[in-house]
């Protein structure tokens, strides 16, 4: 991997060549220095295990890791992660958010690794979840395993429902409720979207978030 | 700080005593090492107990031997012979005066400042049930309480007087196959506390039990029962300790509490088994299982507890909101210093519609010790609007501990709401400063922070509690700067 910053697209989709859409390696190795930057995108459709390990193995490494995941009818979409801080002074940041709609069941497995002696690591992750029909499931299990001391690290997990009190704000705007709910979802994920520029993929996610709201 | 200062202060804290080590010399009663259904006909014979509960004990313990010891925790667990255990010891009753306690024993409470005779009008607010190894050796305050038509009584006593209640309560919340240590624990408990609260009832006064490991080579096994009938209230405390040994000694409880509609307890805990020495040798394996049920609609039961000792603890308060907008709380502050390990945490089952529960869990650890959360919080397609909120902070002293959090969160409900954060930090020298700056010394200066860091869990103990706490975690971490 080169040193500079390169960002690596992988999206599932039920539409791709005989369902053999392309997975993200299951394991990684970040040097020194070197930045790793990866979104992981799952559309309505797919059934998948993402196992993904990534190692941390020189000073100054940095990951940004993001995500979402927009399941539905009988799709299962389980994420498990290992961010594996082997070395002092290196960052990593997680950001996921998913989507369970029809009879969905999604995982996340996220587990924050820092090493005896490395020191000053910074770990974040962050997973919400928005759970949408009676029949969907949502299982999150962030964990941090931390063997130095001096870290800053950090994990929050949230599952949950559209807000009401927003969609009245924009029904009593004007906006009907199922814009309203389209709305709120595409601003839910739209933080781990951010810095990507793809058009057209922008546009296939926001119409398989439409395709969620019913 | 410099190496030297350092060296110091680390030389002072190995040096701290346990100081509930001591052994207390009285006669006791044993039955032979080893567990086999002839043990547990005679720990039941010895207890004279009715055949029912011969039956739950064997059944039990049918369950346990196909059972296999769980190993998902984050724990170095020592292998356990289960041979090599006493399951039993009793302190000798003399034959003559039943009822008077053994001096001897009155003089261990004492000096446990526990006090096991109602003459202390002082501390009389508090109704205690003392366990001493295997036996309840006295319950204060009983008369008065039974005015109110409240039962508190040892567990033993239960059987014998109450029949009714214990077996229609008895495994309701924590089945006998549940766990391997609940399987054990329901083959071979010896005693604990009775508890029931009627019909609208407040108890007048916080109950407490007390509970020590004394004889060597011994387990203690306690079952608790706790009921509190519609519309009751109360306040429950328990408290621990055991002499110093360099062989590892097990405590495997069972704690059980009934919360029926409108009624609320509150059950407080100050663990200080004996945490092993400065280089791990000895300390007690806590394998505990607790657990509450919100039976009824509106009930609440909230669990706090605080942890110091213990070489091992595992131990997972839990409670299953079943009622219609039930809560619960689950408030914990684990330490572990030299090399304890914790894997604790909680369980929040959300059945019932608007039910609602609320984590907070700090963890402190120091030296070489490991310290986990492990916490499940399970929303239930029933749950409609159940709310959750954990909070799970780490705080690291020194660079050879470690601080895990394990949180497993699954909703089954479009409606509920689960928010989960935790957080690993260590006091930052800008907090030491600033306090050294005011005249504190290092020492001093981390008592004060780390407190200050448990303020919001050591607030909601009873005021006795609460105060043995905060010279606990004090006393538990001198030193552990560095």
Known sequence: MGSSSSKKVYVLSAESSAGAFVKPPSRLTVGARETLDMTVIVLPGVSADIPLTIDLTGLGAEVNLKGIYLSTGTDEVSFSITMNHLVGGCRSRQLFNGLASGSAKCSFFGKIIVAPDAQQTEAYQENHNIVLTDEASVNTKPQLEIYADDVKCSHGATVGKLNEDEQFYMRSRGIPEDEAKVLQMISFVAPVLNGLEDEALMARIESAIRSLAI | ?482
């Not at chain 2, 621990?240 to 040994?245: D, F, L, V």
């Not at chain 2, 039961?301 to 409670?319: C, D, F, M, N, R």
């Not at chain 2, 914790?342 to 907070?360: E, L, N, P």
């Open chain 2, 1 to 482: 700080m410099d190496q030297k200062e350092e060296d110091k202060i680390i030389e002072n804290v190995t040096s701290q005593e346990y100081k509930e080590g001591f052994v207390t010399d009285i006669r006791q009663d044993f039955i032979p090492k080893g567990l086999n259904e002839d043990i547990i006909k005679m720990i039941s014979a010895l207890k004279h107990e009715p055949d029912w509960l011969l039956e739950f004990r064997l059944d039990a313990f049918r369950k346990w031997q196909k059972m296999e010891m769980p190993r998902w925790g984050h724990l170095d667990m020592p292998e356990i012979d289960f041979q090599d255990i006493i399951y039993y010891a009793a302190p000798k009753r003399d034959e003559d005066r039943p009822k008077e306690i053994d001096p001897k024993l009155e003089e261990t409470f004492e000096k446990l400042g526990i006090p096991v005779r109602e003459r202390e009008a002082l501390a009389g607010v508090v109704a205690v049930d003392a366990v001493f190894d295997s036996v309840s050796v006295a319950t204060t305050f009983r008369a008065s309480l039974a005015e109110k038509g409240i039962i508190f009584c040892s567990f033993s006593e239960a059987v014998r007087e109450h029949p009714d209640l214990v077996r229609k309560y008895l495994a309701s919340v924590v089945p006998v196959g549940d766990n391997y240590f609940a399987a054990l624990n329901s083959a071979v408990f010896s005693d604990g506390s009775f508890c029931y609260i009627p019909k609208g009832v407040k108890c007048p006064m916080d109950l407490s039990s007390y509970f020590r490991i004394n004889a060597a080579g011994t387990g203690q096994f306690e079952r608790t029962l706790i009921v509190a009938e519609e519309g009751s209230s109360l306040s429950y405390m328990e408290g621990c300790t055991a002499p110093m040994r360099d062989e590892n000694q097990l405590h495997a409880a069972v704690v059980e509490i009934v919360v029926e509609k409108d009624a609320d307890v509150k059950y407080s805990t100050v663990q200080n088994w004996y945490p092993g020495d400065a280089e791990g040798r000895g300390g007690i394996l806590n394998l505990v299982t607790k657990r509450g049920i919100c039976k009824g609609s509106g009930a609440h039961l909230s669990w706090t507890q605080v942890e110091t000792g213990s070489a091992i603890t595992w131990k997972y308060p839990s409670t299953i909101l079943k009622g219609d907008y039930s809560s619960s709380e689950f408030y914990s502050v684990a330490v572990t210093n030299n090399y304890q390990q914790a894997d604790t945490g909680t369980k929040m089952i959300h059945i019932g519609r608007g039910t609602k529960s609320r984590i907070v869990s700090k963890g402190i650890s120091a030296g070489h010790s490991q310290n986990s959360y492990r916490g499940l919080v399970r929303m239930n397609s029933g749950a409609v609007g159940a709310r959750n909120y954990s909070q799970c902070d780490s705080l690291l002293i020194g660079s050879k501990c470690g601080a895990h959090t394990f949180p497993d969160i699954r909703s089954y409900n479009p409606t509920a709401i689960v928010e989960h954060e935790a957080t690993t930090s260590k006091i930052s020298d800008e907090q030491l400063f600033y306090c050294n700056q005011r005249g504190l010394n290092e020492e001093d200066a981390v008592g004060l922070i780390v407190n200050g860091y448990a303020h919001e869990v050591l607030s909601r103990l009873p005021m006795e509690f609460a105060v043995e706490a905060t010279k606990l975690l004090q006393v538990s971490l001198e030193g552990s700067i560095g």
